[in-house]
Antibody, heavy 120, light 106 residues
Framework: EVQLVESGGGLVQPGGSLRLSCAGS????????MDWVRQAPGKGLEWVGR??????????VYDASVRDRFSISRDDSYNSLYLQMTSLRIEDTAVYYC???????????WGQGTMVTVSS | DIQLTQSPSSLSASIGDRVTITCRAS??????LAWFQQKPGEAPKSLIY???NLQSGVPTKFSGSGSGTDFSLTISSLQPEDFATYYC?????????FGGGTKVEI
């Protein structure tokens, strides 16, 4: 079964750091573009960033709101995706989803999400 | 950035109703539009890609249409499991953006 499972969420103080993980099964992450999308409590969906597949150099692109603070990486040996978050702000509080990019360059598989709360 | 405006933001409907949600892009995006369904406490689920293509396993009561700046999602006969929030999303250019959502309620 094709599946994504996130982990690593929790409570962190403003200015702190956190690393989220997304483990893939049933497919090879490196063959696909992989994204992070977040959703603040009671709000809509917001794109965070992308890592392209290995064939396209595994390059990354980010939304302006997280550029220079967040970093996406992959560990092919663990078939896992990561989101390193630094200088966290209260407005980064959200459920964070990893998602696979499929046909039409849009998301076909989503993880269940992991909650990040930034609060003092 | 490309802005996506969904309308209505919420609607009330009954079982068996035909429902249409619209999504307007602030500039032309060809057919680079997708639709997602999200139920409370759950991850989004992909319904449509490329404006009108059904994702694998999605029932044919869902259909999408449009190109350029105006798009729509139609549910042909609303069932209890269809009550949810629906989002459009563009993949034409970065940053990827979503519409504000349409909540479909009884």
């Amino acid at each position: 079964e094709v599946q994504l499972v996130e982990s690593g969420g929790g409570l962190v103080q403003p200015g702190g750091s956190l690393r989220l993980s997304c483990a893939g099964s049933g497919f090879t992450l490196t063959d696909h573009y992989m994204d992070w999308v977040r959703q603040a409590p009671g709000k809509g969906l917001e794109w965070v960033g992308r890592i392209r597949n290995k064939a396209n150099g595994s390059t990354t692109v980010y939304d302006a709101s997280v550029r220079d603070r967040f970093s996406i990486s992959r560990d092919d040996s663990y078939n896992s995706l990561y989101l390193q978050m630094t200088s966290l702000r209260i407005e980064d509080t959200a459920v964070y989803y990893c998602a696979r990019v499929g046909r039409g360059y849009t998301f076909d598989i989503w993880g269940q999400g992991t909650m990040v709360t930034v609060s003092s | 950035d490309i802005q996506l405006t969904q309308s209505p933001s919420s609607l009330s409907a009954s079982i068996g109703d035909r429902v249409t949600i619209t999504c307007r892009a602030s500039q032309g995006i060809s057919k680079s539009l997708a639709w997602f369904q999200q139920k409370p406490g759950e991850a989004p689920k992909s319904l449509i890609y490329g404006a009108s293509n059904l994702q694998s396993g999605v029932p044919t009561k869902f259909s999408g249409s449009g190109s350029g700046t105006d798009f729509s999602l139609t549910i042909s006969s609303l069932q209890p499991e269809d009550f949810a929030t629906y989002y459009c999303q563009q993949s034409k250019s970065y940053p990827i953006t979503f519409g504000g959502g349409t909540k479909v309620e009884i």
